[in-house]
């Protein structure tokens, strides 16, 4: 029996290890200031415990700025039409003088100033243009969906967390009655000692018994302290924070699960492969980008002015029209132009082309994996679900068993008919299927929360008590 109760105690450890693992390795997030040292009591609940990890998440934090640059650019793509404007001033003195011949006179010149002014305009399309617009939006509803990745993979996360939470203040409190009763023992193994009806080494065993209790229930409360921490830190509060988790049911009504429908509901709506498919229609839109930049032409349109007034720019500062002569010429042009390099195999447009092509397959390929892996991922989830939901009949009627053994074992103990080791043992199995039915009731749950995941539903749409079949 000691060695069942040692087994027990220790996949409890192990549960809150991995717990306090994941915790540590989650995201960082933004505090400002060092924590208050004052000790914070805060009821929290599920709801609001999402809400704040999302809010203060400085990993989603940095992709909601990234989604928002890619809006501004898909908002502006029409600017690829506006054309390109450019003006310059220019100021200049000729380095010779000009002749001018007047009958049979020649008049040398000094050398001239001038100043000129240039303005043109210029715009070139191409079929490629309408596919960059196209190619800007796929961009920013990439980005739409790996944000709501990342969302619901954190709530996934803080759900998790948070049930795991409250099942270990049930193991806690499972442990506390153990003591309880322990103490219980003791005191009925005094009065025994003392009337002379056990032996001295009955009284020692069952306060062994109870001493040996405190260092599991230590153990466990340190661990906690560790998980609500983390938490804290989790939700972007101070790490001190006493928390105060509102309660939630965590009795399980079973499902019904086709796992056929769940698989192909995976394989459409899984975020995982949602965010693949839409990097695949991302890469075939720039390459179709790419096709048309090398395979079509390209037309320029251009116009331009540059006003010239030239003179003595000394004598003459008021540009008076007798001296200063001017000039303006300019022009608007069509250019239709076409590039033969996409025509050569090993030309770099060619192999980019290429690189296009194998970047869209490589994608495909992951795109099957995923799919795969996500059928997979379904059918063992509902086989841990519906081995859970056997194991929990089972135990609750074990449960049921092993307190009735375990009250007559102790009623028989008071009367001096059982030994204190009877005792033990019966509690001992109590415990084992208590902690038992705990830990498979957090497999029930936290596999309905995995599950939610893996089909791309919304939280609670299976996890929430009254669930009662997945739609075909």
């Not at 049979?104 to 000129?116: G, S």
């Not at 492969?273 to 390459?287: C, D, P």
């Not at 994996?369 to 519906?386: D, F, H, T």
């Amino acid at each position: 029996m000691k060695r069942q109760r040692t087994v027990s105690v220790h996949c409890v450890y192990v549960l809150l290890f991995l717990q306090t693992a994941f915790l540590q390795t989650a995201h960082v997030f933004g505090q400002e200031g060092p924590p208050d040292s004052t000790v914070e009591t805060r009821r929290i609940s599920l709801d609001e415990a999402v809400a704040l990890s999302v809010k203060n998440n400085l990993g989603l934090q940095s992709s909601a700025v990234s989604v928002d640059t890619k809006k501004r650019k898909q908002d502006t793509s029409w600017n690829a039409f506006i054309p390109t404007a450019d003006i310059r001033g220019t100021i200049g003195r000729q380095n010779i003088g000009t002749t001018q011949t007047i009958g049979a006179t020649v008049i040398e010149l000094d050398p001239l100033w001038l100043i000129q002014g240039n303005l043109s305009l210029s715009l070139q399309l191409n079929f490629s243009v309408f596919e960059g617009m196209n190619n800007t939006k796929l961009d920013y509803e990439s980005g739409l969906i790996s944000y709501a990745k990342a969302k619901t993979q954190l709530e996934r996360d803080i759900r998790k967390a948070y049930y795991n939470i409250l099942l270990v203040q049930e193991n806690i409190k499972l442990k506390k009655e153990s003591y309880t009763a322990a103490e219980r023992q003791e005191t009925t193994a005094r009065a025994n000692y003392r009337a002379g009806l056990v032996p001295e080494l009955s009284l020692l065993q069952a306060q062994v018994a109870k001493e040996n209790l405190k260092p599991e229930i230590d153990e466990l409360e340190n661990n906690y302290k560790m998980l609500l921490a983390n938490f804290a830190m989790y939700v972007g509060m101070p790490y001190d924070t006493v928390f105060e988790l509102e309660p939630l049911d965590t009795s399980v009504d079973f499902i019904d699960m086709d796992i056929k429908n769940l698989i192909s509901q995976a394989a459409n709506s899984k975020p995982d492969i949602l965010e693949i498919k839409q990097q695949i229609r991302l890469l075939e839109s720039t390459r179709k980008k790419t096709f048309y930049q090398i395979y079509t032409p390209t037309l320029s349109l251009s116009w331009n002015m540059d006003p010239t007034w030239h003179g003595d720019l000394f004598d003459n500062p008021k540009f008076e029209s007798n001296i200063w002569k001017t000039q303006s010429s300019g022009m608007f042009s069509f250019t239709l132009a076409f590039r033969l390099n996409g025509f050569l195999p090993w030309g770099t447009e060619k192999q980019g082309l290429r690189d296009i092509d194998n970047g869209i397959k490589t994608a495909n390929i992951g795109l099957a994996q995923a799919v795969q892996g996500a059928e997979m991922e379904v059918y063992n989830i509902v086989l841990s679900l519906q081995k859970a939901q056997v194991s929990i009949e089972a135990l609750q009627r074990t449960v049921d068993l092993a307190e009735r053994s375990y009250r007559a074992t102790d009623q028989a103990y008071g009367a001096g008919l059982q030994s204190l080791l009877d005792v033990q043992n019966a509690r001992d199995q109590l415990n084992q299927a208590r902690l038992g039915l705990l830990a498979q009731h957090y497999t029930y749950i936290l596999g309905l929360i995995d599950l939610e995941y893996a089909v791309g539903v919304s939280f609670g749409t299976l996890s929430i008590k009254g669930a009662q079949t997945v739609e075909e």
